[in-house]
């Protein structure tokens, strides 16, 4: 049987998001429709109408453009440029005095969900992809037990460099990497964003609650919506493992809301 037409709020909450994501890429605005469209004062309300009480002066034309999803070989060329642009770049001198090299992000690019971390760490560092430690190992079987392979995740982190001996992204860094974030999120344009620890979500959210009131509900970035719970690291054995209980109650908020089965409680992360 044919899909459902969407329904208007739907197509409405779309074309917010692509423009949303259009703007946090530097667009910020869009060519006039040239093709004749109804009058303004002869639609009905309800119809077209609400759609540009939404979106101000673009005509429905211009939305509809809008939401044309650039293809995903674009996207993914696009993100290898980005990629390229930030790998020599300077503008935390304390961090490239350290580094070994930028550590991008990983995953298809039109990736569902997208996981954001806080700062690589030494073995990111040394090979160059985020999560790839310890903390990466419990992230992969988080995932596995949420019925995901990392390989369909896009997984990035707030800072593209690793702070000396791991030390907190600063704000002044964070805000440094942002415009990177922001791109690279506008690119792969996931549906859902899980953030993983405080400093994650406190930087993509510009908040400073602590993660225990931001964890367990949904949050807002440029229209998605997004999920916070507690780093892996912090679930290792030598912090505080029994926090597994509350990320896996998250993870399944999350699935709940992705339309995915949650699995049963044996399948919980270990
Ligand atoms: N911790 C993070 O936040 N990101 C990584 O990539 C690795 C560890």
Not at 25 to 35: D, H, T, V, W
Not at 249 to 265: Q, S, V, W
């Amino acid at each position: 049987m044919a899909d459902p037409a969407p329904h208007p709020h739907d197509l409405a909450r779309q074309a917010r998001q692509h423009l949303e994501s259009l703007k946090a890429a530097g667009i910020e605005s869009l060519p006039k429709a040239q093709s004749p469209v109804t009058p303004r004062r002869e639609r009905s309300e309800g119809s077209a109408t609400s759609a540009s009480t939404l979106f101000g002066d673009s005509e429905p034309t211009a939305i509809v453009a809008a939401m044309a999803v650039p293809p995903v070989d674009d996207r993914r060329r696009e993100l290898a440029v980005l990629a390229d642009q930030v790998r020599p770049c300077q503008r935390c001198s304390e961090l490239v005095a350290a580094r070994t090299q930028t550590v991008f992000g990983v995953g298809p690019v039109d990736a569902e969900l997208c996981v954001i971390g806080e700062a690589p760490g030494g073995d990111e560092d040394r090979l160059g992809e985020p999560f790839v430690g310890a903390a990466g190992q419990l992230l992969n079987r988080i995932l596995a037990a949420c019925g995901m392979a990392r390989e369909e995740v896009y997984i990035c982190n707030i800072l593209k460099c690793r702070p000396p001996a791991n030390r907190t992204p600063r704000p002044d860094e964070a805000a440094n990497c942002r415009e990177y974030l922001d791109r690279q999120l506008a690119l792969v344009r996931p549906k859902f964003i899980c953030c993983l620890g405080g400093t994650a979500a406190q930087n993509l959210l510009g908040t400073t609650a602590p993660l225990g009131k931001l964890r367990g509900r949904f949050h807002n970035y440029n229209g998605i919506p997004v999920m916070c719970t507690y780093h892996p690291a912090f679930l290792l054995p030598h912090r505080q493992p029994e926090k597994k209980k509350d990320v896996w109650d998250d993870m399944k908020m999350l699935l709940a809301r992705m339309g995915k089965p949650i699995p049963t409680p044996q399948g919980r992360p270990g």
